[in-house]
C-alpha cells in the first residue's frame, strides 16, 4: 500500500505562485512514476504533470511553462511548483502514485483557489 498525503493548497490571486508537496509512505520501493491531477467543478478529472522514477516529466498544455514537477526522493516527496496562476487553475489538486503493477493510489487532493 501506498500512503499519500497533500499539502500547500490555498487561495491565491491570479499571477501569484504556490507550491503543492506530496509525501508518500508505505510501499514507496513500488512507485515508478508520481503526478499531480486536478478537477474543477463539473469537470472531468485531468491530469496535470506526471515525474517518472527516471526523472523524465510531462505536462499539461494548459500549465507548460508555468507549472514545474520535481521530486525529492530522499523526502519520498513530489512538488508542484505552480507560478503564472490563473482562475482557470481553481481545482482540487490530487497526488498520484504509480505502481510497478500499475497500482494506482491517490491523497486525499488540496483545493486549491485563484481568484482574479
Known amino acids: 500500500q501506498v500512503h499519500l498525503v497533500e499539502s500547500g493548497g490555498g487561495l491565491v490571486q491570479a499571477g501569484g505562485s504556490l507550491r503543492l508537496s506530496c509525501a508518500a509512505s508505505g510501499s514507496i520501493f513500488s512507485i515508478n512514476a508520481m503526478g499531480w491531477y486536478r478537477q474543477a467543478p463539473g469537470k472531468q478529472r485531468e491530469l496535470v504533470a506526471a515525474?517518472?522514477?527516471?526523472?523524465?516529466?510531462n505536462y499539461a498544455d494548459s500549465v507548460k511553462g508555468r507549472f514545474t514537477i520535481s521530486r525529492d526522493n530522499a523526502k519520498n516527496t513530489v512538488y508542484l511548483q505552480m507560478n503564472s496562476l490563473k482562475p482557470e487553475d481553481t481545482a482540487v489538486y490530487y497526488c498520484n502514485a504509480e505502481t510497478n503493477a500499475n497500482v494506482q493510489y491517490w491523497g486525499q487532493g488540496t483545493q486549491v483557489t485563484v481568484s482574479s
Open positions: 515525474i517518472t522514477s527516471g526523472g523524465s516529466t
